[in-house]
């Protein structure tokens, strides 16, 4: 009995042997060629890669962009290898085709949103209405750029946080860009007794001797309206994005100083009580 078993077993081992030196002997070239071919593809798809990225380079153009190009090139080459070596198998890739087409759009479907985030992520890079290290104002969401991704926008703030906004909110949005500077808007008021072009001159003059205050788009200190209390003083001023809050408080105070230093009096409101008997 157990010399029947082992004859069994060693026929089975016989006959998977004779199907494996058959199999070898009728499709090895075929595997041997479909791996040379596919492996040729990926060298071919790297060389190419690397060739779109130099050109992007020696003209200049946005590293986004650049990148998106230069992996878009490689995927579709390594797609059309891959095509080619599955016909020299012998594999019919009709089918294939088909099922896949089917599985994108029911995937399409289903992740409609990224898709959504995805091409708005292409028309950013295309486009370029900012580039990293730019200041953007989006959905009163404001940031310095740090990177852009298909899929979403990441800006940093003064306070080191991270923010990810989807594409799909920047494409198609009121979109402020002010580079690497923020503005500044701030107002106070002056008696009605005060000299409203002395103010002006000195606050004018504070602006252009700091170092803090980004000098090349001008600063405006002028009179913005009158109201109950005094005369109402506005004043405009740009400062680098990532120190905003530190440079915009640190200018006030020296306005502050330099009008109490003149004898210029900041009113406040009053009210008055009667009481009758």
């Not at 986004?64 to 012998?90: D, E, H, P, W």
């Not at 091409?119 to 750029?145: D, L, S």
């Not at 003059?205 to 205050?213: A, E, I």
């Not at 230093?261 to 009053?270: F, K, L």
Request: glycine share 8%.
């Amino acid at each position: 009995m157990p010399e029947e078993q082992l004859q069994q077993e060693l026929e089975q081992l016989q006959n998977v042997y004779t199907l494996i030196t058959e199999f070898l002997v009728q499709y090895s070239f075929r595997l041997v060629g479909a791996l040379f071919i596919f492996l040729l593809g990926l060298w071919i798809a790297a060389k190419v890669s690397n060739l779109v990225t130099r050109q992007f380079d020696k003209h200049n153009i946005d590293v986004t962009l650049s990148s998106f190009v230069s992996n878009l090139v490689r995927i579709l080459i390594i797609i059309m290898v891959a095509i080619i070596a599955l016909g020299k198998l012998g594999i019919s890739i009709t089918p294939m085709v088909a099922a896949i087409g089917a599985a994108s759009l029911g995937a399409g479907l289903a992740i409609q949103g990224m898709l959504s985030n995805y091409a708005a992520g292409i028309t950013i890079i295309v486009t370029r209405p900012f580039v990293i290290g730019n200041t953007i104002t989006v959905k009163e969401v404001t940031g310095v750029v740090q990177d852009i991704f298909l899929g979403m926008t990441v800006l940093t703030n003064e306070e080191g946080e991270q923010i990810n906004i989807p594409n799909k909110h920047i494409v198609g949005e009121v979109l402020h860009n002010s580079f690497a500077n923020k503005l500044v808007e701030t107002k106070f008021n002056i008696n009605y007794q005060a000299d409203p072009e002395q103010v002006t001159a000195l606050a004018t003059q504070l602006l252009t001797d700091s170092p803090k205050v980004y000098q090349e788009k001008g600063i405006h200190v002028g009179i913005n309206g009158f109201n109950s209390v005094g005369i109402e003083i506005g004043v405009r001023y740009w400062v680098p994005t990532e120190s905003y809050y530190q440079d915009k408080y640190h200018t006030n105070l020296t306005i502050f100083k330099a009008l109490k230093d003149a004898g210029i009096e900041i009113p406040c409101p009053v009210r008055e009580v009667h009481i009758e008997r």
